[in-house]
């Protein structure tokens, strides 16, 4: 039979994530790079742009091709979006709908072919609509290589390769910072038997963007035990730099040293500037497979301790007396056979004298 390679298309946008030193700073995948064309002022690292509801402005991007080879782009906007791994700045694809800066941006050309070690400058006019709503509209120009690479073997992996330069957009209008922590919740592990190795506990926590301006929070992680006991207060690490408006990214903190036997809760504080927001989650730490003993042996005596009512006995009598104390039951007695009676001699009358 003819064997058929199944292949699959891997989109990856490095979208301005990667920047190297170049004229501007440009957002770089080693092969291409794309960047703002510099201003007669200075080299711009991304597009910030700040238009009213209804202003148009138009700009230019340059596509430099580092290979030996002609490249072809597509050349496209897209809105941004926090990703849901780790909240990296990403974009959109081609084929997803745009609300903002994608759908507000036309690109002169939609492809290009870049000379090998040659730069292509592009135009593009970005109009913000009357009804725009305020506040930031992040998104990018992205440069996508078309072609997708097979690969190799039984299973093929077709990489497909994209770099994008950052657009910050501001449209003016009121501004709202506004932050909240969603969905706390935290888990232990615990080793099977207390004292032989250190707990563990995972918390699991949201950061939601619930205003309309770009965001860098910061998060710090406060325990309490029984009676307010301070366990643990520190900040937390793996928080994305850009919380972009509206978007959710789920995250985790690990606690190491954690209680084994304790009842308290766990605090996380979000604050960014302008906005500052706290939620709570309780928990409760025991040992387990201890209490799973407990509760077996008690389970056991009280199944013991219904079995001896019923039988009409002292539960537990005989549990706490010694041999010694014990009562032997002894063997019955026989009568003994009655004895022969004595004979008795006959008593001599007196005798008649004569």
Not at 46 to 73: C, H, M, R, W
Request: charged content about 20%.
């Amino acid at each position: 039979m003819r064997r058929v390679k199944p292949y699959v298309l891997l989109l990856s946008l490095i979208l301005g994530v990667l920047c190297t030193a170049g004229p501007a700073r440009a957002a770089d995948n080693g092969s291409w790079s794309v960047y703002p064309v510099a201003s007669k002022i200075a080299a711009r690292p991304y597009f910030y742009l700040s238009l009213d509801p209804g202003q148009t402005i138009t700009d230019k991007v340059a596509v430099a091709n580092k290979t030996g080879e002609p490249l072809a782009f597509r050349l496209y906007a897209a809105d941004a979006y926090n990703t849901a791994r780790d909240g990296g700045f990403a974009v959109r694809t081609v084929k997803e709908r745009m609300r903002g800066v994608g759908a507000w941006a036309r690109i002169g050309k939609a492809r290009v072919t870049v000379p090998a070690h040659g730069t292509v400058t592009v135009p593009f006019t970005l109009r913000v609509p009357k009804g725009a709503e305020p506040g930031d509209h992040p998104g990018a120009i992205v440069a996508l290589d078309e072609k997708v690479d097979p690969g190799s073997g039984s299973l093929a992996l077709g990489v497909q390769r994209a770099v994008g330069a950052r657009v910050y957009l501001r449209v003016s209008g009121p501004t709202l910072p506004a932050l909240a922590v969603e969905n706390v919740h935290i888990s232990h592990h615990q080793p099977l038997v207390p004292g032989l190795g250190a707990g563990t506990a995972t918390i699991s926590y949201t950061l939601h963007n619930t205003g309309n301006v770009t965001l860098d929070p910061k998060v710090r992680l406060r325990a309490e035990g029984l009676f307010g006991r301070t366990l643990l207060s520190r900040d937390l690490t793996g928080v994305p730099s850009e919380l972009l408006p509206g978007e959710r990214v789920a995250l985790t903190a690990r606690w190491r040293g954690a209680p084994q036997f304790d009842r308290g809760k766990v605090t996380l504080t979000a604050s960014a500037t302008g906005t500052r927001e706290s939620a709570s989650a309780s928990f409760l730490a025991l040992p387990w497979l201890v209490l799973a003993v407990v509760f077996a042996a008690g389970a056991t005596a009280g199944a013991l301790f219904a079995r001896s009512r019923r039988r009409g006995r002292r539960p537990f009598a005989g549990w706490f007396r010694g041999r010694r104390g014990r009562v032997r039951r002894s063997a019955p007695v026989r009568p003994s056979p009655p004895a022969a009676p004595t004979p008795s001699r006959p008593r001599s009358s007196p005798s008649a004298r004569p």
